[in-house]
């Protein structure tokens, strides 16, 4: 088994990769059938390459969202590259190396899903296609965490979504509610979502969820107790969309 969090592999660039290396004979089987001209051939494994270089990108934020990558996700990740995607051993290396650099980028998943979109969103099948792939990452540890669903209705949202097709999706992974089904999209919904909160709590009910998080992601406690320097990092950005959070809530109360 690969162990994603272990590898540290240059990546010189990053693009380069999937619209580069990738396009010959070394991420994915060459197909049996032969295409009508070797040019749509070298097309299609470009396009197939760009798409896989944001698959790797946006399910590496999804999986480190909630703090920790767990074994689950590694593993799933492993069974998408071997099986999914049917990657060589050379691409899988390659893969790796994307994976890891978005983890630890300061880069944020909007970005990154803003990026996808600019380049796939005339392709409707690989915008669902691609939120499918981050609902799958999202339970691969069994469990929908309220970091990795803000993220969710974050991507659903730079996608055009709409809520209906976003639940069926998450039907496929989680349980979900007829009432939630019949609703619509407000622009605070990921934000109720990463607070644990709802439209319906009070401002004291609200306040008081903000402020237990706060306290949890607090960078200065996170140093007092020691922390890491990359957990530390961590803390800061979840301290700073918490915050976020909050504010557009209160604000949009007004």
């Known amino acids: 088994m690969i162990a994603f969090d272990l590898m540290n592999i240059p990546l010189g660039g990053l693009v380069g990769f999937f619209v580069g290396s990738l396009v010959g004979h070394y991420w994915i089987d060459m197909p049996k059938e032969k295409t009508d001209t070797d040019g749509a051939f070298r097309n ?3 396009r197939k390459g760009e798409f896989l270089f944001h698959v790797f990108r946006l399910c590496a934020k999804m999986a480190k969202s909630d703090g920790s990558i767990s074994q689950r996700e590694v593993l799933h990740m492993e069974n998408l590259m071997r099986n999914h995607f049917r990657m060589s051993d050379r691409a899988r290396t390659q893969a790796i190396g994307v994976w890891t650099q978005s983890k630890n980028s300061d880069d944020s998943f909007d970005d990154y899903a803003q ?7 005339r392709e409707r099948h690989q915008v669902l296609n691609m939120l499918d792939l981050l609902f799958a990452t999202a339970a691969a540890d069994g469990q929908l965490h309220p970091w ?7 991507a659903a949202g730079i996608f055009h979504i709409g809520r209906m097709q976003y639940e069926r999706i998450k039907s496929r992974y989680f349980m979900t509610s007829q009432q939630q089904q019949q609703g619509r999209w407000s622009p605070l919904d990921p934000h ?15 306040k008081k969820k903000y402020r237990a998080l706060a306290m949890k992601w607090h960078p200065d406690k996170m140093i007092a ?22 504010q557009r809530i209160t604000e949009a109360r007004k």
């Open 148 to 154: 990795e669903e803000a993220l969710l209705l974050r």
């Open 192 to 206: 109720y979502t990463l607070l644990g909160a709802s439209p319906t709590d009070s401002a004291e009910q609200l």
């Open 44 to 46: 299609y494994q470009k």
């Open 225 to 246: 107790d020691g922390a890491s320097p990359e957990a530390i990092r961590h803390a800061k950005e979840k301290f700073q969309q918490i915050n976020d959070a909050y």
């Open 115 to 121: 990026a996808f979109y600019r380049d796939f969103g």
